[in-house]
């Protein structure tokens, strides 16, 4: 089994080994983390163009070394200022695909301008150029795409700019096949030269609008126009000595410290890591925090999110004091997986964490015209029940999935971390951390471990236990006797999603993990 790499001076993890090797690139030209971070994100927009893309959204968590601050930027877009419940009269929800479901306006590129322009060192176009040399020039098509392709194919087949770019003769390409985005490269040349108005006001916006106006969807220009992400503080709590950051709502990231604030009432040191006690534990405390982030959680634009209280350690411990033996019946509701996070941290000391996503797998599937740009379909989690904290009305963020972690001592990045899927990134996040911090793993054999996901994702109408088979017999045993729905699945299922972690331990290295589950690579030095 593979082991942490280790740097002495900086490192940067990420779900794709050439997004990492360009982040590596742009630090050796004397670029800072924050420019790093941009160039592994467009990097992922073009060689991971299934989890994450230009028509997709971000959220950051940066750690500044020269002010010592510590920052979130939403990168998420608001629903149109014409999309209304009225468009989806006498429907149950909101259409999971097509143009219906493209009702946001895509925050990335928006948080590219804003990193940038906050901390970084070199020009866009400068970070932009290993994006655009794979679009251009072509990559070797990973497993995982294929994969995902083939799973999807009947409905990208039906996609005319879709099926074009992303099947072969409406088959599924092959891994390791050079996979060209001739178009892609040529939006990402624009923003290159043009910045971040070619997007939201320029050529790309009218050509995007155009187009998704005249196949059924009311995003306008003026939604491009009116977009602004926001930096805002990030949400903490503490653990075990460890401060650990979130990016606030409409991220879910206040749940992964919910879960910890539970967590903390346990003593670890007499849980045996992968026995019963310790997965039901986990499981056990994730939902209580589930059942507390569906109930509130939307954009705090349009309603109240009570933190104070939800992150009250006096809260945590009634609810720890709730968890028994027997599992808890929740409901969840299925939420998209394809997501792909990444972190870089410098030798000056600065670190970023971020987390990128287009909702489902390839989003929308609807690619806007000529421009390459496959669309998001995080709008079709917004209600369409009135009353519901999530309900539809424009110009609105939904409740997003996307929450990059970072935990901190004494004032300084400790661990970097987060992964892919949905419902599964708290899961995947409490795992991690408990793994380094009550365990003392180091982040590559926390990542390692056998992993669950509870729950309904993926998209799918299924909500149960999803075990990885190398979970011992008798542990699933006795989760299923304490009641939980347990299915048994692959050694290191892709289910699990892709995490990746960075830790800079007592000696100043960087240790670098990522998911053997996915395509990653830790490149530093």
């Known amino acids: 089994m593979n082991t942490s790499t280790i740097g002495t001076k900086q490192m940067v993890v990420s779900p794709h080994y050439l997004a990492s090797q360009a982040g590596a690139g742009i630090?050796?030209?004397?670029?800072?983390?924050?420019?790093?971070?941009?160039?592994?994100?467009?990097?992922?927009?073009?060689?991971?163009?299934?989890?994450?893309?230009?028509?997709?959204?971000?959220?950051?968590?940066?750690?500044?070394?020269?002010?010592?601050?510590?920052?979130?930027?939403?990168?998420?877009?608001?629903?149109?200022?014409?999309?209304?419940?009225?468009?989806?009269?006498?429907?149950?929800?909101?259409?999971?695909?097509?143009?219906?479901?493209?009702?946001?306006?895509?925050?990335?590129?928006?948080?590219?301008?804003?990193?940038?322009?906050?901390?970084?060192?070199?020009?866009?176009?400068?970070?932009?150029?290993?994006?655009?040399?794979?679009?251009?020039?072509?990559?070797?098509?990973?497993?995982?795409?294929?994969?995902?392709?083939?799973?999807?194919?009947?409905?990208?087949?039906?996609?005319?700019?879709?099926?074009?770019?992303?099947?072969?003769?409406?088959?599924a390409p092959m891994p390791g096949e050079r996979f060209v985005q001739k178009d892609l490269a040529a939006s990402l040349e624009q923003l290159a030269e043009k910045g971040r108005s070619a997007f939201y006001e320029g050529d790309l916006a009218q050509r995007i609008t155009s187009f998704l106006q005249n196949n059924g969807s009311r995003l306008t220009l003026d939604d491009f126009k009116a977009h602004r992400g926001e930096w805002t503080n990030p949400v903490s709590s503490d653990y075990?000595?460890?401060?650990?950051?979130?990016?606030?709502?409409?991220?879910?990231?206040?749940?992964?410290?919910?879960?910890?604030?539970?967590?903390?009432?346990?003593?670890?040191?007499?849980?045996?890591?992968?026995?019963?006690?310790?997965?039901?534990?986990?499981?056990?405390?994730?939902?209580?925090?589930?059942?507390?982030?569906?109930?509130v959680l939307t954009d705090p634009a349009f309603s109240h999110i009570p933190l104070d209280r939800l992150l009250d350690k006096r809260y945590a411990k009634q609810l720890a004091e709730e968890i028994g033996n027997v599992a808890a019946p929740a409901v969840s509701r299925p939420v998209g997986s394809d997501t792909a996070y990444a972190a870089v941290a410098d030798a000056e000391g600065n670190a970023v964490s971020f987390i990128q996503s287009l909702y489902f797998e390839f989003g929308s599937a609807v690619t806007a015209g000529e421009t390459g740009i496959l669309l998001q379909n995080r709008g079709s989690f917004f209600s369409l029940d009135e009353s519901h904290v999530n309900t539809l009305e424009p110009g609105k963020r939904t409740f997003h999935t996307l929450m990059p972690a970072m935990a901190?001592?004494?004032?300084?990045?400790?661990?970097?971390?987060?992964?892919?899927?949905?419902?599964?990134?708290?899961?995947?996040?409490?795992?991690?951390?408990?793994?380094?911090?009550?365990?003392?793993?180091?982040?590559?054999?926390?990542?390692?471990?056998?992993?669950?996901?509870?729950?309904?994702?993926?998209?799918?109408?299924?909500?149960?236990?999803?075990?990885?088979?190398?979970?011992?017999?008798?542990?699933?045993?006795?989760?299923?006797?304490?009641?939980?729905?347990?299915?048994?699945?692959?050694?290191?299922?892709?289910?699990?999603?892709?995490?990746?972690?960075?830790?800079?331990?007592?000696?100043?290295?960087?240790?670098g993990g990522t998911d053997p589950r996915g395509d990653g690579a830790a490149a530093g030095v």
């Open 27 to 171: 630090l050796e030209k004397g670029g800072n983390a924050f420019d790093a971070a941009v160039a592994v994100s467009a990097c992922l927009a073009v060689v991971y163009p299934h989890m994450t893309g230009l028509g997709g959204d971000s959220f950051w968590l940066t750690y500044h070394k020269e002010t010592g601050r510590i920052k979130a930027y939403n990168g998420s877009g608001r629903s149109g200022k014409h999309v209304t419940r009225d468009l989806y009269r006498g429907r149950e929800a909101i259409p999971l695909r097509g143009t219906e479901s493209a009702i946001t306006v895509p925050g990335m590129a928006d948080s590219w301008d804003a990193v940038l322009s906050a901390y970084g060192r070199l020009s866009l176009a400068e970070v932009l150029k290993p994006a655009l040399d794979y679009a251009a020039n072509g990559f070797p098509v990973s497993a995982d795409q294929c994969a995902h392709t083939e799973r999807n194919l009947a409905l990208l087949a039906s996609m005319p700019y879709t099926s074009a770019i992303f099947t072969r003769n409406k088959k």
């Open 240 to 295: 075990r000595g460890c401060k650990i950051y979130q990016a606030p709502p409409n991220s879910q990231g206040f749940t992964g410290l919910m879960t910890l604030n539970i967590l903390e009432n346990y003593d670890f040191s007499q849980i045996e890591h992968g026995s019963f006690d310790y997965y039901h534990l986990l499981i056990e405390a994730l939902k209580k925090s589930f059942l507390h982030r569906n109930e």
């Open 408 to 511: 901190c001592k004494e004032g300084k990045p400790h661990i970097l971390y987060g992964t892919q899927g949905g419902e599964g990134q708290p899961q995947t996040q409490t795992a991690m951390i408990t793994r380094i911090i009550d365990y003392k793993m180091d982040p590559q054999q926390a990542i390692n471990e056998p992993r669950w996901v509870w729950g309904r994702t993926w998209g799918e109408e299924y909500e149960g236990l999803r075990v990885e088979s190398r979970i011992s017999p008798e542990t699933r045993e006795a989760l299923r006797q304490s009641g939980h729905r347990v299915e048994t699945v692959g050694d290191f299922d892709g289910l699990m999603g892709h995490a990746a972690a960075i830790v800079i331990d007592e000696e100043g290295f960087l240790q």
